[in-house]
């Protein structure tokens, strides 16, 4: 059993910025991805990085906002977002996946963790 615990959530203003951090429990193997939830709405798929190369991928609203990235010497992985505007207020979840590339499909996520707040104020 995988465990994920993610931190860096918060409240930032229009245009600020947060890092999330996210440590599983299974170490460097697994595909990592982000993924948000915010109220009344489906869970979408943020951004992903392959455990092998680190290949990133990226929601189209994440392009040029948010990057992730891992550091498999920490066993963490991060998603560094900039310029948040309200849109992006959700609960934000890591997840880990045995599939190489699993890209946005969260079925192939097997692991979560449970999730961090994000508030951006306007």
């Known amino acids: 059993q995988v465990r994920l615990v993610e931190s860096g959530g918060g409240l930032v203003q229009t245009g600020g910025s947060l890092r999330l951090s996210c440590a599983p429990s299974?170490?460097?193997?697994?595909?990592m991805g982000w993924f948000r939830q915010a109220p009344g709405k489906e869970r979408e798929f943020v951004a992903t990085?392959?455990?092998?190369?680190?290949?990133?991928y990226y929601a189209d609203f994440a392009k040029g906002r948010f990057a992730i990235s891992r550091d498999n010497a920490k066993n963490m992985v991060y998603l560094q977002m900039n310029n948040l505007v309200p849109e992006d207020t959700a609960v934000y979840y890591c997840?880990?996946?045995?599939?190489?590339?699993?890209?946005?499909?969260?079925?192939?996520?097997?692991?979560w963790g449970q999730g961090t707040q994000v508030t951006v104020s306007s």
């Open positions: 997840a880990a996946s045995d599939f190489t590339w699993p890209m946005t499909t969260k079925s192939r996520y097997a692991y």
């Open positions: 990085i392959s455990s092998s190369r680190g290949n990133p």
């Open positions: 299974g170490g460097t193997r697994y595909s």
